[in-house]
């Protein structure tokens, strides 16, 4: 499991690098961002009251980029800006739940901005290490994520108040056992201190036209998991998917599809005292989703909420969702990773490959 997150890590590293000193001088307009947050631990299973101490306290630097519209996707998305960061966390228990220390690439994108106020969505995605393992999380590597709503009050020309409230999880996608998460709210109170004065004046670029309205897409992602709640031996998992996508605008897509799940866990969730002689055909589950996408440069994010149309094994519920983040290497092939959950539980992490095409079709 290190050498996964390892990878992930090099990746964020190296998309970073790319993008920072692989453009002209001029372009680059950074800043940093000193941010303190105060909040809680959610309980979102009962056996975590024995572990949830008090409140949380986290530090965070972020230094990052903002963006002027020298790629197109940068004038859809309202001239974001994105970086990488650091944050530090107490989460409230020293002897059970301990700190946790993350490194992530994020991407703050404006809902609304003013002469001195501005109003954006900010999402991030790295690798965080926790230095207990708990009755939450087993492993000390885990997947972090983290979703807020930023409002940014002007100071001076380089200096902004930010004011901000928002959610963070920690799992491992069930590569070890326990995986049950834990879960973050905070305000957070911080600065953003441009380094260079004046900004640059935005761009403004020609849109390209859309490959097509409609599009096929299909997905085949592959794994490894614990059983859950004991953990131990690592379990294969597989999954394929075909998705109709509906083209909405260079941004958006929207659709349903089709799921087949392989989880190899079930062999002896569905026979735990070994009496039965259960089939490799009888482990599978099929599912129907309906899908969203945002295309974000090269990067996709992917939402699928499903159910099962056939399981044989649903202890874990009927109702399943998947995020996935893709990397497109052309208009047709990319790479995957996603993760799925059930009851607001990880269920696993899968990597993998797609295809989509497209084709016009009369309105």
Not at 172 to 199: D, T, W
Request: with cysteine; aromatic share 14%.
């Amino acid at each position: 499991m290190k050498k996964v997150y390892l990878l992930i890590l090099l990746c964020l590293l190296f998309c970073f690098k790319n993008k920072t000193f692989g453009q002209e001088k001029e372009h680059q307009n950074f800043f940093i961002e000193p941010v303190y947050q105060y909040g809680f631990i959610w309980q979102h299973r009962p056996s975590l009251a024995e572990i949830i101490g008090g409140n949380i306290n986290v530090f965070r630097l972020t230094f990052g980029k903002e963006t002027f519209g020298q790629k197109y996707w940068q004038q859809l998305y309202r001239y974001p800006d994105w970086g990488l960061g650091y944050s530090f966390t107490d989460l409230g228990n020293p002897e059970e739940l301990g700190q946790a220390n993350a490194i992530y690439y994020y991407l703050r994108i404006p809902v609304l901005k003013r002469n001195k106020f501005s109003l954006s969505y900010k999402i991030s995605g790295g690798l965080a290490r926790l230095n207990k393992g708990n009755i939450a999380i087993g492993s000390h590597l885990n997947l972090y994520f983290d979703a807020s709503i930023d409002a940014k009050i002007k100071i001076s020309e380089r200096l902004e108040l930010i004011n901000a409230f928002g959610a963070t999880h920690y799992s491992n996608g069930a590569i070890e056992m326990p995986n049950l998460g834990v879960n973050l709210f905070s305000y957070r109170l911080g600065l953003h201190y441009k380094l260079q004065n004046p900004e640059r004046e935005k761009i403004t670029l020609e849109l390209p036209e859309l490959y097509g309205k409609n599009n096929i897409t299909a997905v085949f992602g592959a794994g490894a998991k614990e059983k859950r709640p004991d953990g131990g031996k690592k379990f294969t998992v597989a999954s394929f998917s075909i998705d109709y996508m509906r083209v909405l605008n260079l941004k958006h897509k929207v659709g349903f599809g089709l799921d087949a799940f392989y989880d190899e866990t079930l062999l002896e969730l569905m026979n735990p005292d070994s009496i039965l002689n259960i089939s490799n055909r009888e482990i599978m589950r099929y599912g129907f989703h309906l899908s969203g996408e945002a295309q974000i440069d090269r990067l996709v994010l992917v939402v699928h909420i499903g159910t099962y149309l056939h399981a044989n094994y649903t202890e874990d519920g009927k109702i399943y969702q998947r995020v996935a983040l893709r990397y497109l290497f052309n208009k047709n092939l990319f790479a995957n990773i996603s993760l799925k959950t059930s009851k607001g539980v990880a269920d696993f992490v899968e990597w993998g490959v797609g295809y989509q095409f497209y084709w016009k079709k009369n309105n």
